[in-house]
């Protein structure tokens, strides 16, 4: 069975559970896969970009972060922001003076810049959540690149309702193993994207 929408994957999920009964929640099984996936997939196909004008220290991040990759002040002369961690960034001695942005962190939400910019141009680039399937949003990019993980990760998290069936240790693994594979995969295709420069020994500029 073809599985390229989000109908036709809750059928092919039907199909391999084999319960009526459990219809109802399959999309509920797969609200589960799509948060594991949230957390566990990073790829270049998640990365994201957003602008803001920054007029405060805190300034709120989009609907859809997970994570950070990079922070620039996009005014002339463009420069990127040195990430510090939440526990020293209040250590900053910059913390709470005004001034262009040198240094950021993330705190839940929020992100913290130091020094505190007063309309300061900000670009972000950012791991964002893989959209979520519905019947308004039947297909995204992870369906069509691996349906057979999303089938595989749904079908794992039925697992409180089948627990004594023995398929659900195979599915589960299955998932485990597609999710490394395309971590990996993504991770080399990085790598290769652009020529080898090679640099002499000596202290990094």
């Not at 950070?68 to 420069?79: E, G, K, L, N, T």
């Not at 670009?123 to 993980?149: C, G, H, Q, R, T």
């Not at 080399?188 to 652009?194: I, L």
Request: proline residues 8%.
């Amino acid at each position: 069975m073809a599985i390229s929408t989000y109908a036709e994957l809750q059928a092919a999920i039907a199909d391999w559970l084999n319960r009526d009964d459990l219809t109802p929640v399959i999309p509920t099984f797969i609200a589960l896969a799509e948060a594991e996936f949230n957390r566990r997939l990073r790829t270049q196909r998640m990365l994201s970009r957003a602008s803001t004008t920054a007029t405060d220290e805190y300034e709120d991040l989009p609907d859809n972060f997970l994570q950070m990759r990079s922070v620039h002040a996009s005014a002339d002369p463009i420069q990127r922001l040195e990430f510090v961690t939440p526990a020293n960034f209040l250590d900053l001695p910059c913390v709470g003076q005004a001034g262009r942005p040198e240094f950021f962190t993330v705190l839940g939400a929020q992100l913290c810049l130091a020094p505190v910019p007063k309309n300061e141009p900000i670009k972000l680039v950012y791991f964002s959540k893989i959209p979520a399937l519905s019947d308004a949003a039947p297909a995204n990019w992870l369906l069509d690149m691996a349906p057979e993980l999303y089938l595989h990760a749904s079908l794992g998290h039925a697992a409180p309702y089948i627990r004594d069936d023995q398929r659900v240790s195979g599915w589960k693994q299955l998932a485990e193993d597609q999710i490394n594979e395309i971590n990996e995969a993504d991770k080399r295709a990085a790598f290769n994207a652009g020529p080898l420069l090679m640099r002499t020994a000596g202290p990094t500029p």
